[in-house]
């Protein structure tokens, strides 16, 4: 549940504004520095620098991509960011992982929050980790919490140098950072639509409770979907409008088609939902007429024979004068009663339309 | 399934935009080039020329419209935009045929992308194609994935001279394609009328379960339908105010028009919407309705005739001790008691209102 | 079902913008003219006029009210608007009859489309037709598919003089016309209102399934009104801010009475639609009791005695040695034993608070 | 049902604009005006006035507070505005008591519409009724159509002289008495939120088919009462931006104040909505609930005694050749029998957690 | 419920406004007066201070809170407000602890009210208490009902002189507090959060009616959660772009950031609404489910019982012409049909699906 809330934040209630304190998931792994430092023609990639040595590039005149892997050792993070200039509330919003994405704008450097999605098939689960991403005069940071990213496509296109990517500026990049995020939610999407088929097929041909609480389960997961994607959008029209320092207007278009990637994700899991709360009806109707059903045939039967144990009850009776007992024929004619009022109520379940 | 999310988006994840692959259901059609190259007095047509010979239509001072049909030669679409001018963006578009349909405008041309709709009465599935269309300085390319389109009506208008489209320019045989589209919604919402008639007959008449697999069903291809046409309001918004270097002032009543259309397939989309959400609400209470019905038929026999059974029971006791049974008049007695508690107890259910 | 899509327009696919094809229910009745042409001190009332005649009334000073009934004969029509300078897309409007309410202001004419609103009481459907109506520089025209109309009142206050329309502009006649159609929804929501207050009643005191039929039909009529109504709200604020050449602004307190009307009925509207759906749900609740209510008493009945009938089968068996059967006191043993059980469970469904 | 609908407006259709028609339900009383007429220092006023009396107050040149009570004298109504130059669509408004809430602002005086609320305790129903208020420069004319309003408290105020009320305008005469109106929407919420509470409780223990139907008419009054404020967010609003002719910069603050209020009211009905709304569905849950109860009570019993009875109906019968019948230990056996199979069943059900 | 309408605002109806009455509830304690006056350097912190000395701190030139607790001697509160220059209806606000959260903004402060908010995790009730601030040139004044509040972190850091605090003006102080306020709602929603994690299970797990009741409760707690944060959003809006001379420029980031606290609130809440409010269809989907197993159960064996049940009532009848009861093998062969029947029915059930 704690995916749910926006977790931890409440756990730094009455630390001063800016205070580094990483709030999320504790993971064990140590921070790690990464660099791509490119232009057109040259390219330097570092796997594994020290933080001494990731300063020296915020003097580097090609466009640099410093990639931060864990967020534990808040003083690293603190130290970087105050060295690439980043205001102390994006610092500290870095470290609270629980962050709603957003793009805020200051003076010389745009900070962006979104969330990197992976959906577990097994689980039927979102794994939601986030991604910090600061776009300054020549330089991209990101920052994430664990091992394993969406942006391998990118990396590969800068060292191969296909793509436009090489010959734009830090703003480009930080574009296709994002898009890759984004494109990976379509994934997410896709399996996830999968899952809604199965779902939907189980609803109308088996429905047991283990539909309710799939349906539950994928309402759930959808929300949280929602809730990492909704805000982007404002997000990125804020970047294509107003952080015109750092965003040079041949990116604008590409932000512009980010910007409706986002939208089509949205669509698409508003669609989502409401297949999803449809199912729930379906359902519902379904385990009704199976009720119905069901019904019917304990009326039929018991209306049926109910009486007819009624009238060989009333012949079991020790009654001495019961003058019909005698009768030579008054065996077979109770069996015949019985089955015209077996027959008779038969044709009347029919005229009825109950089978 | 695969109708409802944005298919295939996810599985180029990783290109850099721009990157020409057509992403879409493969047909095995290859590329087929027609063009209608027409002035008032004029009309040159084409029905299958080659790439090289569309391109020198580029230079053609008339109005040209070339309709290319098939995009899994990517090469082939590529050229042709690249010698039309169409950014790479709206070439990516072109071929990603799960796009959110849109306007974008660009510098010296229009970028729209359509879905071309069909019911298929049998299935009640929507057939949904993605059009392209680039509206350039005299010129339309209309993009479509299979054989077989909507604009037929508006080829016969240019051949015959009839109405405007003759002595208009691309803007007007743009707006005249687009409507060609609109108007075919309203086809498919005349069928899909009918089917909503039928369910309501009878989700009233004979509530089973097929009925409701028909609502989701239905109501699934109208969240598709309202996902291919509402984003189309917005974007001929666009068109109408911000595309003023290439539509003339006077089409812009009929774009105004168009626009009013798509705004009246809106509304009857979600007067359906609403009608076939309520279908389910309505199956439901009628179910509940019947089940009561044959709850209270079950009620009545078994409530009659379990206390008779019993009495007929307690004299069919094989105690030595049961002074009633030599009684000559019990046996009528009994009788003439069950008959009475019969009588009471359907008094009793006639005073309940129960039939 | 016709009634819920606009119904037509896609009969007309494939035909050039501007043709004049009548597209709605045929009705038998010849296109009728009829004219009243004044001025706050003149009246010329002509009740039947041919073409040739009508046409010469355009040349006329004083307010010109063109009446046109029928619209089987497009060319008369198509004559008329184009003698009166009406806009071809405008043109092609009147003759659609499944048009969207709407105000379409164009150089020196304004178009609007209404819905005039019939509520017949005995199938309890609305009435609805389409009523156009252009306001020129000293004139305004209607075109009516039927004969009969909402608008005998103005008719009336032209011939007496009384109240402000001799005095004024076409712009306040076309007020008034537009004004008596809105009047009119009052008395069809009136009319409504009271089915509403019948039904609320039928759901609570005996709630069968004709109610549910009821209930989605009302649903279905709501449904139809509001979409005739609430497209005026936007057209008459148009109508306000954009046509001022045509409108003075003296007239322009009334239009934002009309509008502030279009309010209250949209208003009510949606308080009926709330209300219905309401309905459904005090309807599925009143039937899941009344179900509650008829288990109750099978429980009941059965719990009491088909134990009491096992206790007698027990005593029906013919073993030979079972020693109770001799026992003199055994048979009224077993009766007050019945008893005994009968009674507790009776205390105990009390208990249970069951009745 | 017709306080649910704008009732009356449809019979006065056919009407010139403007023509004076009380509508509304008939109260017997005649108008009766009463007058404060007030500065700092003097006040004079008069319960009981002639028209020609009033009339002559149009001169005064301190604040004018004129009352009138009861509209069935429409030409008393009619000489009055038009004396104080009321615009004749305000006029026409103030008769018809049907009117939505709303803040008409004329050239020299604004006119409002408002609704004043009590809620009957004992039939649980808003009585509504309309308060017309127009301010001009140096005069407030109020119009209800019952004895009984909610300004005593303002009346008492001027007669004390305190509060700033004597020392203000006309202007914050007309927000004074627009605040004691929607003070009181604060009461009739009290009484309802009281009654929410009732209801609650029942609905959790003991749901019986009267909680629907007080639910319902909750529903219906909570309509109402939003009906009523609703459009007075608008109105105040205007009225602070728009009406800066007539209320002085010092009365905007106190407007505002108003305009909060009025929001609090809204939140309260939406919150009231919201919980009304929920309690159907938590009463149709308990209902589910209960049936489920009741169902397994009936299963458990039926499904012990039904084979039980059959095993005593099998050595019921009277074959000749059983020879069990004749086994000393039969009979015990088939008791032992019984017991076991009706253990196992208890078992069976604990086991599925039925009791 | 008093805690769900406006409570109290209608008790005192008709007073004047600014008329200074406390509304809400009567706590005992009486009026303690604290404050904290600070520069960078100094910190004068006094923990109850008479009114007179209170007063004296207005001519302070160092950042001044003064922290008012309990609201019972009104003249105290009023007299306070006066000296220090606060609105009249911005006095009687604080008084009236029923305010709706707002941000008011006059010509020399700003008046805030919000709520603190605590969860109680026994009676799983907010406790909700109205704060209001007043923030002036240097100075900045609370008002709370109850002794305890949500500060102590923010004077623990003016204490220790840690954060930014000390170094800022009264703007940078408010915005600290409003900020613990915000905090401390994500503690209330992160145990809510667990509340809804363990009703979730509750619902698919062991379905019964207190499941119902904590739904509708934690319902209506996030109800009065959502009205005490969504007027936050337009308040710290207002107050970002309105308050300029009173919020320095270097706070607005903070602002900004508090904001986005608020967001994130806003959009947990409505997810956990949306939870909540599906875990009602999740119960009643799982409910039906139940019910349906039970009667299966009861329909199985029914039906397999009854019609034996009838066939030994036959061969109990005591008619003497019945020839088969002579047959020796008619025992065996009437159990062999007994079990023939018992198979072939579970056989058809099996087939049905039912177990």
Known sequence: ?????????????????????????????????????????DLRELESLTLAEALTFQASKAVTWLNVTGLSDTSTVGTLCSHFGVHTLAQEDVLHTAQRPKVDIYDDHVFMVVKMIRYDEKSRELDIEQVSLVLGDGFVITFQEKEGDVFDPVRQRIRSGKGAVRTQGADYLAYALMDAVVDN?????????????????????????????????????????RRA???????????????????????????????????????????????????????????????????KVLTIISTIFIPLTFIAGIYGMNFRHMPELAFPWAYPAVLALCLLIALGMILGFRRKGWF
Chains 1, 2, 3, 4, 5 share one sequence.
């Open 229 to 295: 994607v909704w805000p982007l959008r404002e997000g990125f029209g804020t970047l294509m409008r107003d952080a015109t320092a750092l965003v040079k207007p041949g990116t604008v278009p590409f932000l512009k088609d980010l910007y409706d990637h986002t939208f089509q994700v949205m669509d698409t899991v508003e669609t989502f939902r409401e297949l999803v709360s449809g199912l729930l009806d379906v359902y519902i109707s379904t385990v009704s007429n199976r009720m119905n059903q069901v019904m």
């Open 1 to 41: 549940m704690s995916r749910l809330y926006a977790g931890g934040l409440g756990r730094k209630s009455g630390q001063a504004p800016g205070t580094l304190i990483h709030v999320g998931e504790k993971h064990a792994s140590k921070v790690t520095l990464a660099i791509m430092d490119y232009t057109a023609s």
């Open 185 to 225: 939610y379509f994934l997410a999407l896709e399996e996830m639509g999968e899952d809604i088929e199965e779902i939907e097929a189980a609803v109308l041909e088996h429905p047991d409770n283990d539909v309710v609480s799939s349906i539950h389960h994928l309402k759930r997961e959808l929300i949280l979907l």
